[in-house]
């Protein structure tokens, strides 16, 4: 049984920095492509970063360029988001997701097509 388990959530201040990880059982972790979307209260899920195979590859939403790093360790079966500069509008639910890819080429950028998804990790920031 696939299992995608997120961790590192918190409440911080503004400006904080914060590490999310997420990791994978039950699946061949390098053959998916992974992505880190977020959910504020009363809107949709979003996308915030993803990530290919072998990690050279990553893209992210305009908000958080220069403040996140997505990155990934397949020996560990573990992708990882590295939240500096936090902003109050990073508040979320973040979820970790894959999605099976069939070659190195495919980034996870959306949620369609994502075959699972993890259950999720508060981000709470105070201004």
């Known amino acids: 049984q696939v299992q995608l388990v997120e961790s590192g959530g918190g409440l911080v201040q503004a400006g904080d920095s914060l590490r999310l990880s997420c990791t994978a059982s039950?699946?061949?972790?390098?053959?998916?492509?992974m992505g880190w979307f977020r959910q504020a209260p009363g809107k949709e899920r979003e996308f915030v970063a993803g990530?290919?195979?072998?990690?050279?590859?990553?893209y992210y939403r305009n908000s958080v360029k220069g403040r996140f790093t997505i990155s990934r360790d397949n020996a560990k079966n573990t992708v990882y988001l590295q939240m500096n500069s936090l902003k109050p509008e990073d508040t979320a639910v973040y979820y970790c997701?894959?999605?099976?890819?069939?070659?190195?080429?495919?980034?996870?950028?959306?949620?369609?097509?994502?075959?699972?998804w993890g259950r999720g990790t508060l981000v709470t920031v105070s201004s």
């Open positions: 990530i290919n195979w072998s990690g050279d590859s990553t």
């Open positions: 997701a894959a999605d099976f890819a069939l070659n190195n080429i495919v980034v996870l950028i959306t949620t369609y097509g994502v075959d699972y």
């Open positions: 039950g699946l061949t972790f390098a053959t998916y492509a």
